[in-house]
T-cell receptor
């Protein structure tokens, strides 16, 4: 079946603009995770959802970052007033119920803030 | 603090040589450990997890709680093993993954 999809795959934006990154999980997957990966680093946890409820947003770096999953399926990660330090690969993953069993990752969105 | 350490950024070996990718962790509790792999131009995917105690593509990893390690081993490396490998942990009270910085494995013919 179809895996996790993310759009756009690449996004170039100017400093100060808002961006919205979309994640479409595997159908039926309850849990959805967002990670950010800077060059040369491992993925860093941002936030995650079970169904539509945001379970943990402790990894969001500041209040410019927010995420939602209103119907328990597609999720959007929004970054307001982007800054150059926001440039990174943003990865989404989904899992069937408990993420510790296996998380399935999407291809990622490469965000570049100029 | 919860932390995963992968001390090697790059590991280069010749085909047929043994491989050991090191992973140490810090976690106050009973962690669950994973190895994820990213082949060139592919997405991040699970290679193995300690609770399964299985061998995938010839790779094994044993959780050593005394040394807080979860090293990934393969007795005979193959060229197709060349990839980026990430060690990760999860805890009993959360499903998020904490990743190490990754080790790039290069297997030369």
């Amino acid at each position: 079946g179809a895996g996790v999809s993310q759009s756009p795959r690449y996004k170039v934006t100017k400093r100060g603009q808002d961006v919205a990154l979309r994640c479409d999980p595997i159908s039926g997957h309850v849990s959805l995770y967002w990670y950010r990966q800077a060059l040369g680093q491992g993925p860093e946890f941002l936030t995650y959802f079970n169904y539509e409820a945001q379970q943990d947003k402790s990894g969001l770096p500041n209040d410019r970052f927010s995420a939602e999953r209103p119907e328990g399926s597609i999720s959007t990660l929004t970054i307001q007033r982007t800054e150059q330090r926001d440039s990174a690969m943003y990865r989404c993953a989904s899992s069937s119920l408990r993420g510790r069993l296996e998380q399935y990752f999407g291809p990622g969105t490469r965000l570049t803030v100029t | 603090a919860q932390r995963v350490t992968q001390p090697e950024k790059l590991l280069s070996v010749f085909k047929g040589a043994p491989v050991e990718l090191k992973c140490n962790y810090s976690y106050s509790g009973s962690p669950e450990l994973f190895w994820y792999v990213q082949y060139s131009r592919q997405r991040l995917q699970l290679l193995l997890r300690h609770i399964s105690r299985e061998s995938i593509k010839g790779f094994t990893a044993d959780l050593n709680k005394g040394e807080t390690s979860f090293h990934l081993k393969k007795p005979f490396a193959q060229e197709e093993d060349s990839a980026m490998y990430y060690c990760a942990l999860s805890g009993f009270d959360t499903d998020k993954l904490i990743f190490g910085t990754g080790t790039r494995l290069q297997v030369f013919p």
